[in-house]
Each structure stands twice: as structure tokens, then as C-alpha cells.
């Protein structure tokens, strides 16, 4: 089955950046190459929610929390997605997940995800 795989998560202190990453556990060809990508969060007893998203065309979302502190990227040809996060607050600890979203072209995949926690 085909499965999204994070990089990059690691225990940071307040105002330090980090940058994730996301591709294919797998070929890569399983990745649909119209698709959304996006990067969600979910903390401790909190639900799973929506951190950016960006389309193959290059469009962006971001949630308010946001603040202009996060960038997403991608690399289409390689079917990568990256989430360049800085001014880390403690507030940002959390485990994020990488997503493709369903679509016409495939199916909705998550990574397992990886963990980010700042704390001084």
C-alpha cells in the first residue's frame, strides 16, 4: 500500500526553524501528479487539523495560526512536499502529517507522521 513518509521533525527551542519533508514510501508514480499536497498537525488531545496546502498549479492555503512563520513548498517533478517552519513557538508542538488529498486521480494518502515539539 502505497504510504506518504515525513522527515525532518526534531525537539527545538522557541524561535528556531525546521523543515519538513514528504514523498512516496514507494514508487513515486503512486503519488497522482495533479494532486494537493498539504501538511497537518494534530497535538496532544487536540483533533488533526489543516496546516497549509498547496496545489500542482501552485496555489497556497494556510491556517490563521500560521502567521506568515510557515512556508510550503513543493517539487512537483519528484513529487515532494516541504513545510519550512520558523519562529517555532511552543504552541507549534505537535505531530505533523503530511497528506495527499483525494481526488479524481487517486486516492486520499497520510503519512505516519513526525514529531515536532518546542519547549525551551
Known amino acids: 500500500q502505497v504510504q506518504l513518509v515525513e522527515s525532518g521533525g526534531a525537539s527545538v527551542a522557541p524561535g528556531e526553524s525546521l523543515r519538513l519533508s514528504c514523498g512516496a514510501s514507494g514508487s513515486i508514480g503512486s503519488i497522482p501528479t495533479i494532486a494537493v499536497m498539504g501538511w497537518y498537525r494534530q497535538a496532544p488531545g487536540k483533533q488533526r487539523v489543516l496546516v497549509a496546502r498547496?496545489?500542482?498549479?501552485?496555489?497556497?492555503n494556510y491556517a490563521d495560526f500560521v502567521k506568515g512563520r510557515f512556508t510550503i513548498s513543493r517539487d512537483n517533478i519528484k513529487k515532494r512536499v516541504f513545510l519550512q517552519m520558523n519562529s517555532l513557538e511552543p504552541e507549534d508542538t505537535a505531530v505533523y502529517y503530511c497528506n495527499v488529498e483525494k481526488s479524481r486521480y487517486g486516492p486520499e494518502l497520510w503519512g505516519q507522521g513526525t514529531q515536532v515539539t518546542v519547549s525551551s
Open positions: 498547496m496545489t500542482t498549479e501552485g496555489t497556497t
